[in-house]
């Protein structure tokens, strides 16, 4: 993908290959929350998001240096790192045989505080986590990290055919999984 010139990263990034710790922190203050988001919402793990989101920026600093201004935006760039990890991520996860889940903390809320909420978010998330790899990367990127249906088919590398084509299909896996949900709001 090509830059306009118009990529609002491409001064921080300056700095950061310069050791500016204000840029670094400007940068991340700017990307972490997406990033994070993006992998909590691909790898339904909040500690490994934390690890993907350390992982992406390291590789951002390593490359800020080298950086090539008019090239794909950093933005763009940092989604692709962020996906790639996930999906490693994810491909090991396939690999580990085990007899049974490992022990997780329950980060959700207290269970006095709005018990209808969480298990509504725990539902929408589970569903979410059981959709194809690519339609949940296509619903990820276009209702959750914002994007359009340009720039997310650009960084899914597939034709905004393909991606709405997978928003569709995962939308309607969605609506079918949380079917029981829209039938008790009636």
């Given at each position: 993908?090509?830059?306009?010139?118009?990529?609002p990263?491409?001064?921080?990034?300056?700095?950061?290959?310069?050791?500016?710790?204000?840029?670094?922190?400007?940068?991340?203050?700017?990307?972490?929350?997406?990033?994070?988001?993006?992998?909590?919402?691909?790898?339904?793990?909040?500690?490994?998001?934390e690890?993907?989101?350390?992982?992406?920026?390291?590789?951002?600093?390593?490359q800020?240096?080298a950086?090539?201004?008019?090239?794909?935006?950093?933005?763009?760039?940092?989604?692709?790192?962020?996906?790639?990890?996930?999906?490693?991520?994810?491909?090991?996860?396939?690999?580990?045989?085990?007899?049974?889940?490992?022990?997780?903390?329950?980060?959700?809320?207290?269970?006095d505080?709005?018990?209808?909420s969480?298990?509504?978010s725990?539902?929408?998330?589970?569903?979410?986590a059981?959709?194809?790899?690519?339609?949940?990367?296509?619903i990820?990127?276009?209702?959750?990290q914002?994007?359009?249906?340009?720039?997310?088919?650009?960084?899914m590398?597939?034709s905004?055919?393909?991606?709405?084509?997978l928003?569709?299909?995962?939308?309607?896996?969605?609506?079918?999984?949380?079917?029981d949900?829209?039938?008790?709001?009636?």
């Amino acid at each position: 993908m090509a830059s306009d010139g118009n990529d609002p990263d491409e001064a921080l990034l300056a700095g950061v290959g310069r050791g500016d710790p204000a840029a670094v922190r400007q940068l991340l203050d700017r990307r972490l929350p997406r990033i994070l988001a993006l992998a909590r919402r691909m790898l339904n793990d909040a500690v490994e998001a934390e690890d993907v989101a350390q992982e992406t920026f390291l590789r951002a600093w390593k490359q800020a240096k080298a950086w090539k201004p008019g090239g794909a935006r950093f933005d763009t760039w940092l989604h692709r790192v962020a996906l790639n990890l996930c999906y490693d991520r994810l491909r090991r996860r396939r690999e580990i045989a085990t007899d049974s889940p490992p022990e997780q903390v329950d980060a959700g809320p207290a269970p006095d505080a709005g018990l209808l909420s969480a298990d509504l978010s725990r539902r929408v998330e589970t569903a979410l986590a059981a959709l194809p790899p690519r339609q949940r990367e296509a619903i990820v990127l276009c209702h959750h990290q914002g994007l359009g249906n340009i720039e997310a088919a650009e960084l899914m590398e597939i034709s905004v055919e393909a991606l709405e084509s997978l928003l569709s299909r995962g939308r309607r896996a969605l609506k079918a999984s949380l079917a029981d949900l829209a039938e008790a709001g009636r």
